[in-house]
């Protein structure tokens, strides 16, 4: 994330000290970006539930929605403050708890152009789109209270910290040099290496491998992924905190990097299997995203074309290897968030370039391939860090509460177990009488029940 000072010189009399000046331009548009990134986790909701079977696809959507809520009231008790509070270059301090002054005045630290209080809700977007990444690996298995607490632990244990190694006030990847615009260690390698994590505490679905993972619902994942798309613009062009440049150059990258991934994809599709698939291109769109987050405002555009091709085979072929082991990550989560992230990171090390933005650092291609070292650095402390700690957080909460739900559940469906409901209802007889009968069951009801002549119907 860029984090712009904007200096503001207000007309003062002789001797009065300066003061930072709120930028209305700038206020407005990063307004509309938490927006954005807000409307990116309805959009997660859907790209997710389509992807799923019918049996688990409210489980699966609610996890999304409520990982936003859990997060948020993290955030304003204590989250913000470890994350971007004075501390130490490994974790902020206790100066924000309960949003303690965060008020509507900037905070120069991190824009003298923005209120505080705004700077602060953009943030909250970001961890709580984080923790709703990572719910796609563990489709039709976790009890979601124990999600839920998982959440909120992960977020104060792993997310608040790197967020403050990477872009708070004196971390130590941000001492180092290390570039990420919007969060492709943060946010991305962070969850797609506590997905592998999780699929692995968890364990398999019962009937993983031995029936299909089909998605019910193709149009919902088409349009979840329209949704990130379009919020990825805040997601990343609302990262520059000003109305300005950077944020143009961003939004432009964006879109190339997802235009190039979805093309890259739907050619490999058609290589390995001469099939251009719906489901595909959504997952290329995504994967390009993905790839230019941590480079959205350090490179050019055409360089963002260049990722968004080559993120694209990395996350493919990571994708098809993996139901070739016992790893189930559901939805494939570190293949496209795990993968792109680390490739999208590595990758800004070769195009970052000084000419686009002076705030960041030229690189390999720039003549500073040392860049590409301390971006590595960033992608190996980012996974071993998340990994570890994920792993401790999942082992210490197994031993107070179960985390997965029981057989029986995973064959009924997680839905009607968990929530006591069902995402779709047949619309047929029995629907009117409450009676469920097994397939292929004929269900007669009488006269007094339909006030109507019966009709024989199969369910």
Known sequence: MSMTIVPAMPLLAAGQASAPTISAG??????????????????LAFFYGGLVRTKSALNTMLMS???????????????YSLAFGPGSSWIGGLAHLGFTGVTALPNPTY???????????????????????????????????????????????????????????GGWLRMLGALDFAGGTVVHI???????????????????????????????????????????FGFNAGSALAADGIAANALVTTHA???AG?????????????????????????????????????VTPLAALAMG?????????ALHYRPKTRLDDTLD?????????????????????????????????????SLVGVQLLAVVATIAFAGIASAGILFALRAVMPLRVPVEVEVQGIDLAEHGEEAYHGGDLSDLTGRKTALGDAVVLPVTELGARAVPRTV
């Not at 091709?309 to 072929?317: K, V, W």
């Open 26 to 43: 700038d206020t407005a548009w990063v307004l509309i970006s938490t927006a954005l990134v807000l409307l990116m986790v309805p959009g």
């Open 65 to 79: 929605l409520g990982a936003l809520a859990v997060v948020t009231v993290q955030w304003v008790l204590f989250g």
């Open 111 to 169: 824009s003298a152009a923005l209120p505080h209080l705004l700077f602060s809700a953009f943030q909250a977007m970001f961890a709580g789109i984080t923790v709703a990444l990572f719910s796609g690996a563990i489709v039709d298995r976790m009890r979601f209270t124990a999600y839920l607490v998982f959440g909120v632990l992960w977020t104060t244990i792993v997310y608040d910290p790197l967020a403050h190694w990477v872009w708070g006030d």
């Open 190 to 232: 962070s969850a797609g290496t506590t997905a592998i994590v999780l699929a692995l505490v968890l364990g398999p679905r019962r009937d993983f491998k031995r029936v299909p993972n089909v998605p019910h619902n193709v149009p919902f994942a088409l349009l979840g992924a329209g949704l990130l798309w379009f919020g990825w």
């Open 257 to 259: 990097a997802a235009a």
């Open 262 to 298: 979805l093309i890259s994809w739907l050619i490999l599709e058609l290589i390995k299997g001469g099939r251009a698939t719906a489901v595909g291109a959504a997952t290329g769109a995504v994967v390009g995203l993905v790839a230019i987050t941590p480079a959205a405002g350090f």
């Open 309 to 317: 091709a080559l993120a694209a085979p990395f996350s493919f072929y």
């Open 333 to 369: 989560v570190f293949a496209c968030h795990g993968v792109a992230g680390i490739m999208g990171a590595v990758l800004t090390g070769v195009f970052a370039s000084k000419a686009v933005n002076p705030l960041g650092a030229d690189g390999l291609l720039a003549g500073n391939p």
